[in-house]
């Protein structure tokens, strides 16, 4: 069953500009994780932020997490051609199990 | 050191019949875990396997699917009499360990195609 639904579907942006990505989710989870995919293909992981954290940097990747509102949003700033992906969040729920959303298409134009 | 790799890459079979789907994870990974994608959707767990305990099945489709892991190294993805809805991209990914929260290392996928 998918857990984390993400908002928008498809955002596309200009060359610099900054890209928001916003996740829900319903249940309890032990922490969230962003994940890029290109090309339908293998994912490559981005960052991970535990239940008990509210904000989490990583370059220029911005992620948070609001859990009384079951949600949470990735923030690429400066973004460029390269950034052009499916972004996934991902729920961990009870041992191990990752359920994943449908996906953000993001697509950068130079 | 070297990533998940999965094989074969692509994959087209006829309906009715039988395909494996291999996955060999990093080195010293003990989780290992299989998910379906279908064409623009996300990711559909399908079993994870953590060290010598007993895999977690719960995301199989259907009795026609099954699969094994030798140890803690290489697993197959078995699908008996293929179906047309089968047809996705299959992605095996490792982490390092069950007993905590590790992010998870994905293969390139394999591509299955049901004519």
């Known amino acids: 069953s998918q857990q984390g639904e993400e908002d928008p579907q498809a955002l596309s942006i200009q060359e610099g500009e900054n890209a928001t990505m916003n996740c829900s989710y319903k249940?309890?989870?032990?922490?969230l994780q962003w994940y890029r995919q290109n090309s339908g293909r293998g994912l490559v992981h981005l960052i991970l932020?535990?239940?008990?954290?509210r904000e989490k940097h990583s370059g220029r990747l911005r992620v948070t997490l609001d859990t009384s509102k079951k949600s949470s949003s990735l923030l690429i700033t400066a973004s460029r051609a390269a950034d052009t992906a499916s972004y996934f969040c991902?729920?961990?729920?009870?041992?191990?199990?990752?359920?994943f959303g449908q996906g953000t298409r993001l697509t950068i134009n130079p | 050191g070297a990533g998940v790799s999965q094989s074969p890459s692509n994959k087209v079979t006829e309906k009715g019949k039988d395909v494996e789907l291999r996955c060999d994870p990093i080195?010293?990974?003990?989780?290992l875990y299989w998910y379906r994608q279908r064409l623009g959707q996300g990711l559909e767990f399908l079993i994870y396997?953590?060290?010598?305990?007993?895999?977690?099945k719960s995301g199989l489709p259907s009795d026609r699917f099954s699969a094994e892991r030798t140890g803690e190294s290489v697993s197959t993805l078995t699908i008996q009499r293929t179906q047309q809805e089968d047809s996705a991209v299959y992605l095996c990914?490792?982490?390092?360990?069950?007993?905590?929260?590790?992010?998870?290392?994905f293969g390139p996928g394999t591509r299955l195609t049901v004519t």
């Open positions: 990914a490792s982490s390092l360990t069950w007993t905590g929260w590790y992010e998870q290392y």
């Open positions: 932020i535990r239940s008990n954290e």
């Open positions: 396997f953590q060290g010598n305990s007993a895999p977690d």
């Open positions: 991902a729920t961990g729920e009870g041992a191990q199990k990752l359920v």
């Open positions: 249940t309890s989870i032990n922490n």
């Open positions: 080195s010293g990974h003990t989780a």
